[in-house]
Each structure stands twice: as C-alpha cells, then as structure tokens.
C-alpha cells in the first residue's frame, strides 16, 4: 500500500519544530521542487543543515532523505484519494458516515505509523507488575478513562477510574511505588490533570502517559510517553477525532497484559461473566 506522506505531515504537523516545520512546509507547498532537489539544495533553500532534513525524514519513518524523496514522488504523481473528512451540503448522510468512518481509518493509520514498541513494551510491563492501575483524564479524556477501567477491570487487576477531577486527585494522593498512574490527555496541557500527574508523582507511582503532544508538559512528566495522530476537521476537532487513537491504544495495552498471564486472565473473565450472568436471571 502508498503510504501517504503527505497526509502524515500534515497529522503530524502540530508537534514538529520550528525548523521541521519549515520542511514539512516546502514539501507541503511545493512537492515537485522537493522531488527534483538534493538534500544540500533543500538544506540551503531553507536556511537549515542537512542534518536538519535528514532528521526529519527519520522522524516521519523513512531511512533517510532519498526515501522520503522517492516515497512523495509516488505520491505526488499517482496521487491517492485524499480520505479527511470533506463535509458539504450536498452530501447525504450514507456519504458523511462513510467520511467519518475514512477519518477515523486514517487517524488509526497516522497513529499506528507514529507508535513506539519499545514504549509499548516498558508500559504494559509497568502495568503487569503494578498492584494497582488507576486511569486519568479530564473532559472529553475521563470519558477514554472509564472506558480503559472497563477493559483493564476484566484483568483481575485492581483498576480503578473517576469522571469528577476532584475524586481523581484524592486518588491519586492515595497511590504508592507499586501502583501505576495513566493519564490520558489530547493537548497534554490540561491544568486539573497535570495536577493529577504531579500528585502521582509525589506518591513514587509509575505514570503512561496518553497524549497528542510529545513537547506537551503531561509528555515530559511521565515515565512512558505513548502518542495518538488525528486532524482537526470543519465538523470534528483534533481532540474529538484522536478518541479513536486512544481507544485502541488502551486496547493493545489491554490484551498484551491479558496475554501476561493467560490463566489468571481467564479465571478473571470467567469471574466477571458469572457475575454478569447472575445480574440478568
């Protein structure tokens, strides 16, 4: 499959820096100019070292500036459907349904494209020695934390999550060295749930972070940054549509600790389907 580059930059584009966002900017303006160009002449059209450009092609998950080249000129010259949500009047709803469900499929793609296995790896085995796992999130993001106790309650480990913030810091002084704190947070840069962080902190928890932002302050706090990719549409902010990234970020964490420990997983899911049996006779 062509993997769209430029839409990658443009998901991405938020969370580059200044100088990156210069060349994300010149290939996004002018992708025939950067096709029929070396790295030393896009380097010094904008000012900046090759190293600079080399960087960044390393960073979007290429090899280097040739395959990012080779990829856009692919791109540019059988250019695929551009699959962001394009909303008008004219639509019907069978035609909006299935826009927001391509601009779900790509923040899926752009998120997956974006993830650290070795973060992956350290969080879920965070959270399979944790005692206890308590999740985090304000707003629209209490909502993916309830969610995520949902999920990780099924573990047969001590899982707990709370919609009010003020509940949220209680528990949070209440954490220990053995716990785990994850906190979940679009913008990173939530006020009530950088506090809840700190709190964790203080406490010696383990804190995974779930967030869009890698300079944000919640990504430099925690132990373990994971990271979600959206675009802001006309009808459905960055943060709205990253609720998909997240959702499955929490799953894959979910089943790798399931798979942890296998027996005791099922012995838990049994305990809970009993129980649920038992609610409905």
């Known amino acids: 499959m062509v993997q769209n580059i430029l839409g990658k930059i443009r998901s991405s584009y938020a969370r580059f820096s200044e100088k990156e966002k210069k060349i994300a ?29 080399f960087r960044f092609s390393k960073r979007i998950g290429y090899k280097g500036y040739q395959a990012m080249k080779i990829a856009l000129a692919t791109e540019v010259r059988s250019p695929v459907q551009q699959i962001y949500e394009q909303i008008s009047e ?12 391509k601009s779900n499929i790509q923040t899926l793609e752009n998120t997956y494209q974006i993830l650290d ?12 020695r944790a005692q206890r796992v308590h999740f985090y999130g304000t707003g629209g993001s209490a909502v993916i934390a309830m969610d995520a106790f949902h999920k990780f309650i099924r573990s047969g480990k001590q899982s707990f999550a709370f919609l009010d913030s003020h509940f949220q810091l209680m528990s949070a002084a209440q954490l220990t060295k053995d716990d785990v704190a994850v906190v979940i947070s679009h913008s990173g840069t939530n006020k009530d749930t950088i506090r809840i962080l700190e709190t964790a902190i203080e406490n010696g928890a383990m804190t995974i972070g779930i967030t869009g932002f890698p300079k944000s302050p919640i990504s430099q706090k925690v132990d373990v940054a994971l ?3 959206s675009e802001e549409t006309e009808y459905r902010s960055e943060a709205l549509a990253s609720r998909i990234g997240q959702l499955s970020l929490i799953d894959a964490l979910y089943v790798n600790v399931m798979m942890s420990d296998r027996v005791d997983a099922k012995q838990s899911m049994e305990k809970v389907r009993e129980a649920i049996s038992e609610t409905r006779l």
């Open 117 to 128: 296995g070795n973060a992956i790896k350290r969080a879920v085995e965070r959270l399979v």
């Open 25 to 53: 900017d010149y290939m996004l303006n002018n992708p025939e100019k950067f096709i029929h160009s070396t790295i030393n002449e896009v380097a010094e059209d904008l000012n900046v070292a090759e190293a600079t450009v």
């Open 90 to 101: 004219q639509d019907n709803e069978k035609t909006v349904a299935e826009k927001v469900f």
């Open 227 to 229: 990271y979600t990719s």
